[in-house]
């Protein structure tokens, strides 16, 4: 076997879509994974079956927000966040099942955008904002997420999982909290001001 080059790095997508495929069986689907025997899998394995494998779509379709010009993100004003500063914005939604805030970044533009300065930024306001939330009496863990699949303005989200909730632990707790009931408003609202007055004390 030859010494692989680094100019020839490419993920060949028809490849992986044609193995994928050919893996797959008389229905055309691949077979449910190991994930559904996790204790932490939100859904039992009976009944469930993978949705049938979708073409490539490429170009990708735009995301919301990709234009500075015209993003929503960016139109936002302070009075719509919890928390800001001269560079980043903290947002909640006013229902949540488990504690959850988004970070954005002020200025508009994705991860990759970023230069040395601001990544070093973006890492020391994850820490603070990972902090501030695991502070909160009651949460296990903090998970932090950026996915930027719809939207093209650096945004960063946060979720706590509640502690003891074991079920909950890793990739699958996005799932259980789309499944799980609000938090009473005042909770929230206390909880998300406790993260605020922390973040307010860590301010530089
Ligand atoms: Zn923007």
Known sequence: MTTPRATDAALDVPGLVARARAASGTDGRLAVGDIAGWDTFPFEREGLRMRALEDPVVPEPPRQDEDAATC??????????????????????STVSVPSVILDRRAHGDLNDLDDDAAAELGRMIVRVERALAAVPGVGRVHVQRWGDGNGHLHVFFSARPEGMLQLRGLVMPLWTLHL????DEEWAAILASVVARLDAART
């Open 72 to 93: 929503g993100r960016c139109a936002r004003t302070d009075e719509h966040f919890a928390w800001t500063d001269g560079t980043w914005r903290l947002s909640a939604s």
């Open 181 to 184: 009931p609000a938090l009473p």
